[in-house]
């Protein structure tokens, strides 16, 4: 379905190495994209990942991260929007593919999520002109619902869709993250409907159990209950044609040694989602078709079964839940 040659490895899955040790990781395991992480890049500074970037003969898929908009105080605001000017700048000089944007939870000592989402879309609005002027892309990241109280009120793509389109294509698309998005019944029309505007796709499969802090319940690809194959071909489908990152937070893989961290990620890939390098463009229309249409499918069958539970829970054939 994808070309080998697109892998990406997000820093995140390596998070306790440097950019230049990560960079070499990447090199050595034969994987061609690596997303950066601003923490790990103002270690070292941005000219020097850069440096190191190039050396190792990577692209650097995205830059994590901006957002965080959702600020009470007027001063907590516009050092929010600060630092974002100053994330856009370093994606520009590490020629970033895009700046991913984790937009922010509820305003502190608020329930109003609808005045959260107006926060982001207003910041949002305020960083355009100084992305277009540097050429950097603003990616809105969706995240799981379980996350809209602290991290992002924007949970599904439905929403980042219609926020993007308020800005120019070019500027401001989506991020498709499996793990925040795979649950969605609507995801195979809304992917269709982001195209033109997603500018990135990572991977992370959703295991289970939980983990107590829910934000470490990543896996590798293949190890939990995700479709990755319908899902990137939807993605495909769409039009999207850049590098694919695996992007895990799990405290037992960053424990693992990093190289067997990266031989995993690259044979996941390989096995679940990859075709031969040198013949994938020539493979990709007819196995892509195939599947999409199965996942559309499958998700289609999933979609009548809940209509037919909510049928039965609110047209009186099962009594509601108190």
């Keep these: 379905m994808i070309e080998a040659g697109r892998l990406s490895l997000n820093q995140a899955t390596v998070k306790h190495l440097s950019v230049p040790d990560a960079a070499a990781l990447c090199a050595r395991h034969e994987i061609g994209g690596i997303g950066l ?12 990942a850069a440096a190191a970037v190039r050396r190792a003969g990577l692209h650097v898929s995205s830059l994590c991260r901006g957002g965080f908009f959702t600020h009470a105080e007027p001063d907590a605001r516009a050092a929010a929007l600060a630092d974002n000017r100053a994330a856009i700048a370093a994606a520009a000089e590490l020629g970033a ?6 937009s922010g939870g509820l305003v502190p000592g608020s329930r109003d999520s609808g005045l959260a989402r107006r926060m982001i879309a207003d910041a949002i609005g305020e960083l355009v002109p100084a992305a277009e002027r540097a050429g950097v892309r603003l990616g809105i990241e969706p995240l799981h619902p379980m996350y809209c109280a602290d991290r992002c009120v924007i949970s599904t793509l439905a929403e980042a869709i219609d926020l993007a389109r308020q800005f120019p294509a070019d500027v401001a698309g989506v991020v498709v993250d499996t793990y925040h998005v795979w649950w969605d019944v609507r995801l195979p029309a809304e992917i269709a409907r982001a195209a033109g505007r997603i500018f990135s796709f990572q991977l992370a499969d959703w295991t289970l159990p939980l983990p107590t802090d829910v934000l470490l319940g990543r896996g590798h690809v293949g190890d939990g209950v995700i479709d990755f194959r319908a899902i990137a071909a939807a993605v495909e489908a769409a039009g999207y044609t850049g590098y694919v990152e695996v992007e895990i937070f799990n405290q037992r893989i960053w424990d693992a040694p990093a190289d067997t ?4 990620v690259r044979e996941r890939f390989a096995t679940i989602l990859a075709l031969p390098q040198h013949d994938g463009a020539r493979q990709r229309a007819e196995p892509v078709s195939h599947v999409f249409l199965a996942g559309v499918g499958r998700w289609a069958a999933c979609a009548t079964r809940l209509a037919s539970v909510r049928t039965c829970l609110w047209g009186g054939g099962l009594p509601r839940e108190p």
Excluded at 37 to 48: I, L
């Design 37 to 48: 992480w601003r923490e790990q890049v103002g270690e070292c500074g941005v000219g020097k």
């Design 97 to 102: 593919d895009v700046l991913i944007l984790v």
């Design 261 to 264: 961290t990266a031989a995993t």
